[in-house]
């Protein structure tokens, strides 16, 4: 629900005093339309413009169950030299903190992915720009493989306005590179033997992943996302990684060191927390330079259609031959 912003008069439009002085004319124009119940005090007046004459909006509290802040508007007028009104409409309309309902979104812009159950139908609008028909002639060489085989052709197929949108999609998704569990990875689902990189112009930029371990399992995943169950984390992996980095800031436990008044922290101890706050430095300037690296959406966007003009100028099979 949202609110009507509040109703200020015009202040730049005299108020003319003939047609002010004109409440129960105001109000036996408006009962002649609804029920005397229905009306309640005179709230004033409202000057309206006009190129010539004189008008103005008498306005009455609306007593409809369920309309607070409602009120009726009369709209009258008259000319410059003839004092009789003309009563011109009677509308009912939002007041100060009344209430009314939020604008009306059409279902197929509503629907969300959580939304559909099994047996719900969701129709795709004919005229959708993410599809093309089938026999129309695609930059992807594999769409349209499938599409020139007489009988085994889709209806319709993916256009390349489709692709970019998934491409932006994905790659600002929960399995790409911009997620933590990626940033924390030892090595990117492109060099991972689980990956099964899509078909066509994705190829370089998406696949599945078929790790039954791994969060990400039968989802499709950005070649640059990752997570502790890539292929070639090992033993060995763990004892690199471990040499790598002799120590391992944790951020989930906190040693707490008690010293006497006056007392200094022995050399041991000293070199510990020198070490542990230089760990701290490396892991804020860390993520300051995984946060400069995160892609925007136009960025994908942009290397997807890097990706697409690779492959137009590389020679497909049938031309090497």
């Known amino acids: 629900m949202q609110t009507a912003p509040e109703q200020h008069p015009a202040a730049d439009n005299p108020v003319d005093e003939v047609l002010a002085a004109a409440i129960d004319v105001a109000r036996q124009a408006l009962i002649e339309d609804v029920p005397v119940a229905m009306v309640g005090a005179h709230l004033g007046v409202n000057p309206e413009s006009t190129s010539s004459g004189h008008a103005l909006t008498h306005r009455f509290v609306a007593t409809l169950p369920g309309y607070v802040g409602w009120y009726w508007a009369i709209s009258l007028s008259r000319t410059l030299d003839d004092e009789r009104i003309t ?178 922290l022995s050399a041991e101890r000293r070199a510990i927390a020198v070490a542990t706050l230089a760990a701290v430095r490396l892991d804020a300037e860390q993520r300051r330079s995984r946060a400069k690296r995160m892609m925007s959406a136009a960025q994908v966007i942009s290397a997807v259609r890097l990706a697409f003009a690779e492959r137009q100028k590389a020679p497909t099979a049938s031309s090497t031959h």
Not at 126 to 145: H, M, N
Not at 225 to 243: N, P, W, Y
């Open 87 to 264: 009563i011109n409409e009677v509308v009912l309309l939002p007041g100060d903190g009344s209430i009314r309902l939020e604008p009306w979104v059409p279902w197929a812009q509503r629907i969300r992915p959580d939304d559909l159950h099994p047996g719900d139908l969701v129709p795709t609008d004919p005229a959708d720009d993410r599809l093309v028909p089938g026999y129309t002639l695609s930059d992807d060489p594999q769409v349209e493989a499938v599409a020139t085989e007489l009988g085994l052709g889709r209806e319709r197929v993916l256009s390349r306005d489709g692709r970019l949108d998934a491409a932006a999609r994905w790659g600002n998704g929960p399995h790409s590179s911009t997620a933590a569990m990626a940033r924390h990875a030892p090595a990117h689902c492109g060099t991972c033997g689980f990956y099964l990189p899509l078909g066509g112009s994705m190829q370089g930029l998406f696949g599945a992943c078929a790790n039954e371990v791994s969060p990400a399992d039968a989802h499709v995943v950005a070649a640059d996302f990752g997570c502790g169950a890539h292929s070639d984390a090992t033993r060995d992996l763990e004892l690199q990684l471990a040499k790598r980095r002799p120590l391992i800031y944790n951020t989930r436990a906190v040693d707490v060191t008690t010293l006497p008044r006056g007392g200094t």
